[in-house]
């Protein structure tokens, strides 16, 4: 079976592929100096829990966060016997190579969402990733990454208005029930909220003008399925949208090497 692991600035997530379906999907905080033995430790546990029988024999790791990688290839190599395969990596081939500028590093976690994208809905898509940042990703016809946009994201403001602002409060991101707050809680939720909405809406639109193609736009990452309730925004929200371009990014390679 095969682990996928992508590694975030806040959150990292071990999945588990049997080549069919994911099996289960597990949450963790992203911390530099976790051990390979304090991440197996808090995986087999976990797995343990689920009752899951899982016999590892490959891993891939896509990782927005440098110092995190060197733990999790000796976490693989250590527990599972294999040597990840690492996205970004020059022995990591991409199935559609990016176009971007010259010498620009893409997030790898942007290439595995313009895999996961181009396999489920073909080219000329808009990815939008609710992460730590909010990344607008946008795959061509032909499947490759070609750009995209980057806005703070929705926790990252939040925290960021807190913090800058004395007097206001640390609120949790909601749709709040009308746009005109009542209170300081509700003023807050409806500026973030509804600044989103028009902060994603605003962006797509403008990136499909300068496209000048019609495009499908999807939403993944853990707030999607709140700002899904605006129905205008996505065509398609895809939870598992990074963690399937892992298993389709492995699978080329794979191939590759028969």
């Keep these: ?70 733990n999790l290839r000796v976490f693989a190599d250590r527990f599972f016997g294999c040597r990840p395969l690492v996205v970004g990596k020059p022995e990591c081939v991409l199935p559609h190579p990016s176009r971007v500028d010259a010498g620009t590093g893409v997030g790898p976690d942007r290439l595995a969402n313009a895999a996961g994208a181009f396999d489920r809905h073909g080219g000329d898509v808009v990815v939008v990733d609710f992460g730590t940042a909010t990344n607008f990703d946008v795959v061509a016809e032909d499947g490759a990454y070609v750009g995209g946009v980057i806005a703070p994201g929705v926790n990252l403001s939040l925290e960021a208005l807190h913090q800058g602002a004395a007097a206001l409060p640390h609120v949790d991101i909601t749709q709040p029930d009308k746009v005109i707050g009542t209170n300081t809680v509700g003023c807050i939720q409806s500026g973030v909220f509804w600044g989103y909405v028009g902060l994603i809406g605003g962006i797509t639109e403008k990136i499909k003008a300068e496209y000048g193609r019609p495009m499908k736009v999807v939403g993944t990452g853990g707030l999607a399925p709140l700002f899904d309730t605006q129905s205008e925004l996505f065509d398609k929200v895809e939870d598992d949208l990074t963690m399937h371009g892992l298993t389709v990014i492995y699978n080329y390679n794979k191939r590759l090497s028969e």
Excluded: Q
Excluded at 2 to 30: A, M, Y
């Design 1 to 70: 079976m095969l682990l996928c692991i992508d590694c975030g600035n806040t959150n990292t997530v071990f999945s588990i592929w049997d080549g069919e379906k994911f099996l289960c999907t597990l949450r963790t905080s992203t911390h530099h100096s976790r051990t390979a033995d304090a991440y197996f430790t808090w995986y087999s546990t976990l797995v343990g829990h689920y009752g899951i029988n899982a016999e590892i024999s490959d891993v891939i790791i896509s990782s927005t966060v440098p110092r995190v990688v060197w």
